[in-house]
């Protein structure tokens, strides 16, 4: 029984699954997924799950699956594609036809090569978001390493949580890369105020008993290390499978179509390209997998549709809400506007606006929509 195979049960690959079974309600549909646990939503991970805020992570209770037919196969890792043959194989080798197939493998986080890393949690998963809220349970002290999003997010919960936090970064500021200095500054004061300590322009040089070892030769007291060092895409399925694939990521264009017939790919696996930037988007957000993987269900149900939304998300460090929208990338210049309680940074390249920030600037990060679609 072929019919649509959905690999990954993240943002793309339910998007995926459900758009497509409600243009076909009588053709199979079935997701196979590594992840144990019900498909739920990752954002709320590092934010309120983490803070012990009241949040609802599932994206479906298992009776929508059921009631809606869509197969969901849990606890199983794909090995291999045959796009000859037109099907995949597990772990356990069993093999699955495939009519359509969707690859949205999403991505795995990267540690740090640093002597005792092995021990450092990750938050990637539900089960990671569990076992580090456990671990803080019993923590005093922790060191988070990397001062990105997720980084920065999972501090600040778990200085609310009590436990006394510290970031290890090789970054002057937190966000410096991605962000830039200014709005780094104004996030360094956040985390403190917070009470997460900062230690920028160094990194770990290695993970001990207890205690962490950083580059400059000093140590600091961690009985609880986590890893937040970024993520990488994982396409070693596409790549063993022959499909066209650069920069890291699979190659698709604004339709989710892969080089292999019938084989899309949607979400942070892939690299798509965006009819409104008119050019190859990297994307590692929420919504854009979600759109991505609608627009993956709808090409494979035989309808017509592009990626052509403009990124966006947002972070919430304690009680502060960030909101970026625009195509990521790098930029020439940025340009950063203070507010009354707040913060706008515009990212400029040529004439263009190609990104915003803004802390408590609602308006801004609305007009910037208008001036990302018409750059
Ligand atoms: C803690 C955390 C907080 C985040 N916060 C935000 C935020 O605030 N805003 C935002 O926009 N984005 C945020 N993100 C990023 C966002 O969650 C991702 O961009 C999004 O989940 C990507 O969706 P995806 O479906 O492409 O991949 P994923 O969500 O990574 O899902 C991939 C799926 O594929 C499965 N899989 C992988 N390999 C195989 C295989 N070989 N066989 C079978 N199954 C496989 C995995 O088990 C998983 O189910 C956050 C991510 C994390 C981890």
């Given at each position: 029984?072929?019919?649509?195979?959905?690999?990954?049960?993240?943002?793309?690959?339910?998007?995926?699954?459900?758009?497509?079974?409600?243009?076909?309600?009588?053709?199979?549909?079935?997701?196979?997924?590594?992840?144990?646990?019900?498909?739920?939503?990752?954002?709320?991970?590092?934010?309120?799950?983490?803070?012990?805020?009241?949040?609802?992570?599932?994206?479906?209770?298992?009776?929508?699956?059921?009631?809606?037919?869509?197969?969901?196969?849990?606890?199983?890792?794909?090995?291999?594609?045959?796009?000859?043959?037109?099907?995949?194989?597990?772990?356990?080798?069993?093999?699955?036809?495939?009519?359509?197939?969707?690859?949205?493998?999403?991505?795995?986080?990267?540690?740090?090569?640093?002597?005792?890393?092995?021990?450092?949690?990750?938050?990637?998963?539900?089960?990671?978001?569990?076992?580090?809220?456990?671990?803080?349970?019993?923590?005093?002290?922790?060191?988070?390493?990397?001062?990105?999003?997720?980084?920065?997010?999972?501090?600040?919960?778990?200085?609310?949580?009590?436990?006394?936090?510290?970031?290890?970064?090789?970054?002057?500021?937190?966000?410096?890369?991605?962000?830039?200095?200014?709005?780094?500054?104004?996030?360094?004061?956040?985390?403190?105020?917070?009470?997460?300590?900062?230690?920028?322009d160094t990194t770990v040089a290695a993970i001990e008993d207890g205690r962490v070892v950083l580059g400059t030769g000093e140590t600091v007291e961690a009985d609880l290390v986590v890893s937040a060092a970024g993520v990488r895409p994982d396409i070693r399925l596409a790549e063993a499978a022959g499909i066209a694939t650069r920069d890291g990521r699979i190659v698709v264009d604004e339709h989710m179509h892969t080089s292999a017939r019938n084989v899309y790919a949607a979400g942070d696996v892939a690299l798509a390209h965006n009819v409104t930037a008119g050019r190859p988007i990297p994307a590692e957000h929420w919504r854009d997998a979600a759109h991505q993987g609608r627009v993956a269900g709808l090409t494979a149900a035989g309808f017509s549709a592009v990626w052509d939304i403009v990124p966006s998300y947002a972070s919430v460090i304690d009680s502060s809400v960030l909101r970026y929208r625009g195509w990521g990338a790098g930029y020439e210049r940025s340009r950063f506007v203070e507010h009354h309680n707040g913060f706008t940074v515009w990212y400029e390249s040529g004439d263009d606006v190609v990104g915003v920030l803004t802390l408590n600037a609602d308006d801004d990060y609305r007009r910037a929509e208008q001036m990302l679609r018409s750059a």
């Open positions: 029984m072929s019919g649509l195979v959905v690999i990954g049960s993240g943002a793309a690959g339910v998007s995926a699954a459900e758009t497509f079974r409600a243009r076909h309600p009588n053709i199979p549909v079935r997701i196979l997924t590594t992840d144990p646990a019900l498909p739920y939503a990752k954002p709320p991970l590092s934010k309120d799950f983490l803070c012990d805020r009241d949040t609802r992570l599932d994206l479906h209770s298992a009776a929508w699956f059921d009631r809606n037919r869509v197969e969901l196969i849990r606890g199983v890792t794909v090995r291999g594609i045959d796009v000859e043959r037109q099907e995949v194989v597990t772990a356990g080798g069993r093999r699955y036809a495939y009519w359509h197939l969707v690859v949205a493998s999403g991505s795995a986080a990267v540690r740090p090569p640093v002597a005792g890393i092995e021990s450092a949690l990750t938050l990637r998963s539900f089960a990671d978001a569990v076992a580090l809220k456990m671990a803080a349970r019993y923590a005093d002290c922790a060191v988070v390493i990397g001062a990105g999003l997720i980084g920065c997010e999972a501090a600040s919960c778990l200085a609310g949580r009590g436990v006394a936090t510290m970031i290890v970064a090789a970054e002057h500021v937190p966000l410096q890369r991605r962000f830039g200095a200014q709005a780094g500054e104004r996030v360094a004061k956040i985390l403190s105020d917070t009470g997460v300590r900062f230690a920028g």
